[in-house]
């Protein structure tokens, strides 16, 4: 058997790209090696992974039981229009085991191929046709299939001696549950106390786990499911049986969207309050107005470009609400000086106030949304999830701009004019002498003039930012501020993976299991756990790409552990998850068990966190240095479940059949190897035909588990050659013991081994594990004449020596941050391109972006100070921050032009530049940052909200000296 999974490329259509696959695959049918069965294509993709899990568990019901009773309530609830697929797993199917005594069978003369066509042959039923007779059609239908067990118990399967030979004189026929492969069952945990004092240990269960349409709303099904369930317990699901939701993806969308609306409001009341402060309730009026329709404008936007709305789109409009009040803020503050000033009459002073910062405002926005549109094209399985925000950025701040031109300075008019006062005959004061008087001139004027005045100044005051900047960028490599792609999100939810040795029974692991389950049910943030034994849970986001649901077999079990929701703990997921591992990893190494604990990722699934490829020219080589790097891996710091893709090594017996021998007694070889398998695994022959059962009831002819449980038992049995000799199976075959034969993995046709792990610890970032593994890369033994290379993002073009190829988060990691690289560099050349063409001057935007990297400094150090990560999100707000700081570096030389073109001095301008900018460079940045603070401790995107605080925080008011004084030193030669 073998698999092949195929990553067809982002954005490309999934439909599409199946025809093409199945071409391929059809047009190459033909070098199938013979009898190798017709390849099975099964599309993968998120809408796979259940919405919605119920578990079925009864103190007093089989597993047999439960699972009758879930077909039929799974049958039901997939008559509800948005379900998909409807998934059973855990209990036992129905069969009707025919249970042969091998004894009787060989008196009788009879094996497993005579009683298999006997039955296939007196199983079946047809439309014969039709007779036409008087004028009427008569249809007729030959035959009748096997309707219950007595029918086939009382089936004669062959002769001796010239007598009938039936059914029950040599098996048992029972119908009932097939023999367990599987075992599912269903505790509580120590955060439901009372329901665990009452049901304290572990119980059969059954789970119905239900995957939505694409596009169908999670929280609608979930509601429709729920509903249908309530009305199963009236006559389908008895009081014996207790039904517990084990997962509930609708409501966990429900929790969130809620979470990020009570955002969206607090924000855009907190900032509509910030601007109150400056500009009285009249400006923050007129600021808020502008904020529900744009947004409005926006989700209008979003319905037509295909967005749901889910967690990012709402993120999204989050991100952007303390942006998108920053063109009403300045429309809005411009307005209200202007009044203030009564210089002109209120018409009059508001279009002059709109003339004076609309074409700054105009480049400004651009800027901003130059800086945040790039971010659109990150590459690869990122790309989906995070282009809605620099769409939903830039379309916002678009209509922002729309607004701020058209009905902010509408209702600015109208709510915020001054009143007129009697002057009493005195001369109405000069606008600039009222400026001189205000508090701001005062205190920017003695800050700016003495590095105004002295040279010496402006270069110790430039050279102290330089040295502070380079010295953030030292907190980097110290890991004082580590770099992660994403952080853990805080879930309720998170998986144990248990794999035994190759070779081990299923009661043994499910002994195994229910002992960690014991461990996981004292925490006290536990609510539940499910335990899957042989088989795997319903598929979550890390069984996209880990293949996790596809897990079975004697030796593999996981626990779906449910904690309490995240906002009645304090703790983390990841610090709970973190807590179990050792006790847990413990428990399982005096069993010889691989015990992963296995978190929900926050953004795509990858195979691991940490993947290490090894390619090499051979295979069994390659094996070894897997198992050198294996161990490097398990010595390393903050490295946790270390695994492999190679199998334990499992005792094989080889049946080799004598083929002369055996074709002389007339016994062919297929015979032989027909009666081994059904003697091990049974042998169907047909189904049961009843209308009313959901699932089909097998007919499997099997041997009892005592007659195969040692090898003699087998090679006593007895197989029969057509002139009803039964020799032994013994007599037939030599049996040689050896090694199971392990299977092999491929990359893109090449010959791999998978080295996986995970962190946990200090440092939680895959790339400080590589690092320090890629240090002890030169302790690996290696065959003569060979050497270890070490590739980070592309596989080896040659086979010829040793290749150690970095993959997993890290290769997520690189291709996002390499992405935004390039979307920043694509940024900083939009910018400086717009401001040229708004300045006529190729030197004012390198003045302008002076105050990007200004921004470092806040970001770095809030990222030390907060203990947090800089992740992609992080690199986000970074880039955003170069927009919304070039705006006010263009705000303040724009009005310093204003004032040089009224032949003001130059220092004069300067100042009165920022006098005059202060308050609306302030507002907007009071406003960015009051729209990061509601998100500030989102697990995910914190690495956001500290760069946008951190960031705006520095860079605005070092902008405001650092701009003008560069302004200056560019044109104190020019202008006298």
């Not at 729920?226 to 429900?254: C, W």
């Not at 979470?259 to 309730?281: P, Q, R």
Request: no cysteine.
């Amino acid at each position: 058997m073998g698999m092949l999974t195929i990553q067809f490329h982002v954005g490309e259509d999934p439909e599409r790209s199946l025809v093409k696959l199945y071409n391929e695959i059809m047009k190459n049918m033909d070098h199938m090696p013979q009898g190798a069965t017709m390849p099975l294509v099964r599309s993968r993709s998120i809408d796979d992974v259940p919405a919605l899990a119920f578990t079925l568990w009864s103190n007093k019901m089989s597993g047999y039981q439960l699972r009758q009773i879930s077909e039929v309530a799974g049958n039901e609830i997939k008559k509800i229009s948005d379900v998909a697929q409807v998934k059973i797993t855990g209990g036992q199917n129905r069969q009707v085991k025919v249970i042969l005594d091998k004894d009787k069978m060989a008196e009788s003369h009879i094996d497993f191929g005579t009683i298999s066509q006997a039955l296939q042959a007196n199983n079946a039923q047809a439309e014969s046709g039709n007779i036409i007779t008087g004028d009427q059609v008569y249809s007729v239908q030959t035959g009748n299939f096997f309707t219950n067990k007595d029918e086939v118990k009382n089936m004669i399967v062959g002769t001796n001696d010239n007598q009938p030979v039936y059914l029950y004189q040599i098996a048992d026929v029972e119908d009932g549950p097939e023999t367990p492969k599987q075992y599912v069952s269903f505790s509580y945990g120590a955060a439901n106390a009372k329901k665990k004092a009452s049901m304290p240990d572990d119980y059969s269960a059954v789970t119905i786990s239900i995957a939505k349409k694409k596009g169908s709303d999670a929280m609608k099904l979930a509601e429709a499911v729920t509903n249908k369930v309530n009305q199963l317990k009236k006559n389908v699901i008895t009081n014996d049986i207790h039904v517990e939701v084990t997962r509930n993806y609708g409501e966990t969308a429900s929790h969130k969207v809620s979470e990020l609306l009570m955002h969206l409001i607090i924000a855009i009341i907190a900032v509509t309050l910030f601007v109150m402060l400056a500009m009285g309730w009249r400006g923050g009026l007129v600021v808020f107005l502008s904020v529900p329709i744009t947004f409005a404008l926006t989700l209008f936007a979003y319905y037509f470009l295909g967005y749901t709305l889910n967690r990012i789109t709402l993120f999204a409009l989050v991100f952007v609400t303390g942006i998108v009040v920053d063109d009403s803020i300045v429309i809005a503050e411009n307005m209200h000086r202007h009044f203030k000033m009564k210089n002109l009459p209120p018409l009059q002073a508001a279009i002059f106030a709109i003339n004076e910062v609309g074409d700054p405002t105009i480049l400004a926005t651009l800027t901003v949304i130059a800086a945040v549109l790039p971010m659109a094209f990150v590459s690869g399985m990122m790309g989906p999830y995070m282009s809605p925000m620099p769409i939903g950025a830039a379309i916002a701040m678009t209509f922002s701009l729309l607004i701020a031109l058209t009905l902010t300075p509408y209702f600015g008019y109208h709510f915020l004019r001054f009143k007129e006062k009697k002057n009493n005959g005195s001369p109405a004061r000069d606008s600039s002498d009222e400026l001189h008087d205000t508090k701001i001139y005062k205190i920017y004027s003695r800050i700016t003039i003495p590095f105004l005045e002295s040279r010496k100044r402006r270069w110790a005051f430039m050279i102290s930012l330089t040295v502070i900047l380079l010295a953030t960028f030292v907190l980097f490599f110290t890991k004082s501020v580590p770099v992660k792609m994403l952080p853990f999100d805080n879930k309720n939810e998170f998986q144990v993976i248990i794999d035994m040795p190759e070779g081990t029974t299923l009661e043994r692991t499910a002994s195994v299991a229910k002992e960690l389950g014991i461990y996981v049910s004292k925490n006290n943030k536990v609510t539940s756990y499910q335990t899957y034994v042989g088989t795997a849970s319903p598929i979550n986001f890390n069984g996209l790409v880990r293949h996790y649901d596809l897990r079975s077999g004697d030796n593999v079990a996981d626990i779906q552990v449910n904690l309490i929701d995240k906002s009645k703990r304090s703790e983390q997921s990841h610090d709970i998850a973190k807590s179990m591992r050792a006790g847990l990893q413990a428990i399982g190494r005096r069993y010889h068990a691989n015990v992963k604990v296995v978190e929900v990722p926050p953004g795509p699934p990858v195979m691991s966190t940490i993947v290490a490829e090894i390619y090499g020219p051979d295979y069994s080589k390659q094996i070894n240095v897997a198992r050198q790097i294996k161990n490097i891996l398990s010595k390393t710091d903050n490295v946790v479940d270390v695994d492999w893709t190679v199998e334990a090594n499992q005792t094989e017996y080889k049946f080799e059949v004598d083929k002369d021998k055996a074709m002389k007694l007339g016994i062919p070889e297929a015979q032989i190897l027909q009666n081994i398998r059904a003697a091990l695994s049974g042998m169907p022959v047909g189904i049961l035909h009843r209308p009313s059962t959901v699932d089909q009831v097998d007919i499997v002819l099997q041997l009892p588990e005592k007659d195969k449980s040692s090898l003699e038992d087998i090679l006593s049995m007895k197989v029969v050659n057509k002139d009803g000799l039964a020799v032994p199976i013994g007599d037939l075959v030599k049996v040689t013991e050896g090694l199971k034969a392990k299977s092999i993995s491929r990359k893109d046709q090449k010959q791999v081994v998978y080295v996986t792990a995970d962190v946990a610890g200090k440092l939680e970032s895959p790339i400080y594990a590589m690092s320090d593994v890629s240090k002890k890369l030169s302790e690996v033994k290696l065959p003569n004449g060979y050497k270890l290379n070490e590739e980070y993002t592309r596989q080896p073009d040659k086979e010829d020596n040793f290749t150690l190829k970095w993959d997993g988060e890290w290769q997520i990691t690189y291709q996002v941050f390499r992405d935004l690289g390039v979307a920043f560099l694509f940024v900083l050349i939009i910018i400086y391109v717009l401001i040229v063409a708004w300045f006529q001057n190729f030197i004012t935007p390198l003045v302008q972006l002076s105050a990007i990297p200004l921004s470092l400094i806040g970001i770095i150090l809030g990222h030390w100070i907060m203990g947090s990560y800089f992740s992609a999100p992080s690199m986000i707000g970074f880039i955003a921050l170069a927009g919304i700081m070039v705006r006010n570096s263009i705000l303040l030389i724009d009005f310093i032009d204003l004032r040089l073109k009224e032949d003001i001095p130059l220092k004069q301008a300067i100042i009165e530049s920022g006098a005059v900018r202060t308050t609306p460079i302030l507002l907007t940045a009071g406003g960015v940052i009051i729209g990061a603070i509601v998100i500030l401790f989102d697990p995910i995107f914190q690495g956001l909200a500290i760069s946008l605080i951190g960031g705006t925080i520095t860079s605005t008011f070092l902008t405001l000296i650092v701009v003008p004084l560069l302004y200056f030193k560019m044109l104190k030669n020019k202008i006298k």
